[in-house]
Nanobody, 113 residues
């Protein structure tokens, strides 16, 4: 199982980023996928989860209405569209598959002016 995140970077407050997580080594379309994040000095927290069929199941309250999780089963990829970014969204964002308890390497998102 391999998960590779991309799309992080430095963005100004109010800006947008789209994170991608390319999956391989398992039947991607059959399993739920999650995005987590971990800010410096804080515990890792669940940001959003999406079912195998594409329905979002969980979204962190602080990102509701701003972040959207989606997936393309044909491309074995899960996305996190992040809009109206705030400095408190600064963190390393990780892709995770609960069925296999596997993590990606993470991608840094920094929201700063």
């Amino acid at each position: 199982v391999q998960l590779v995140e991309s799309g992080g970077g430095l963005v100004q407050p109010g800006g947008s980023l789209r994170l991608s997580c390319a999956a391989s080594g398992f039947s991607f379309s059959s399993y739920n996928m999650r995005w987590y994040r971990q800010a410096p000095g804080k515990e890792r927290e669940l940001v959003a989860e999406i079912r195998s069929g594409g329905t979002s199941t969980k979204t962190l309250d602080s990102v509701k209405g701003r972040f959207i999780i989606s997936r393309d089963n044909g491309k074995n990829t899960v996305y996190l569209q992040m809009n109206s970014l705030k400095p408190e969204d600064t963190a390393v964002y990780y892709c995770y598959t609960p069925a296999f308890a596997s993590w990606g390497q993470g991608t840094q998102v920094t929201v700063s002016s």
